[in-house]
Nanobody, 137 residues
Framework: QVQLVQSGGGSVQAGGSLRLSCAAS????????MGWFRQAPGKEREAVAV????????YTADSVQGRFTLSRDKAKNTVWLQMNNLKPEDTAMYYC??????????????????????????????WGQGTQVTVSS
């Protein structure tokens, strides 16, 4: 079993910064994709950024490119999402997710792209508790 515990988030004005962290515990073989998804009210959950076990970035959403940075400490089984220049449209519930995938960057990319319905979140079996990020204009 894997448990994902999130911290960080909160409320900030547009242009501000927040940092999210997600620590994995339990079976910590480190052979998994980890990343962040978000869901705004009335919208589907979408991928924000995902990183492979080898710390290669497997995915970054166009909407956050250049503003959000995903990093990973493999030894601590922790990922961080540094969010800069936040915009009101970033307001959502943010979720950490992970699953066991081969350790290479391509394994993680293929895992994300394997669904015909375009919903990579449905591949992930382990989820954090969620944390609200609210950006006011």
């Amino acid at each position: 079993q894997v448990q994902l515990v999130q911290s960080g988030g909160g409320s900030v004005q547009a242009g501000g910064s927040l940092r999210l962290s997600c620590a994995a515990s339990g079976y910590t073989a480190s052979m998994y994709c980890m990343g962040w998804f978000r869901q705004a009210p009335g919208k589907e959950r979408e991928a924000v950024a995902v990183i492979s076990a080898g710390r290669g970035i497997a995915y970054t959403a166009d909407s956050v490119q250049g503003r959000f940075t995903l990093s990973r400490d493999k030894a601590k089984n922790t990922v961080w999402l540094q969010m800069n220049n936040l915009k009101p449209e970033d307001t959502a519930m943010y979720y950490c997710a992970a699953d066991f995938v081969g350790g290479s960057w391509s394994d993680c990319v293929n895992f994300l792209n394997s669904r015909a319905d375009g919903r990579p979140d449905r591949n992930f079996g382990y989820w954090g508790q969620g944390t609200q990020v609210t950006v006011s204009s």
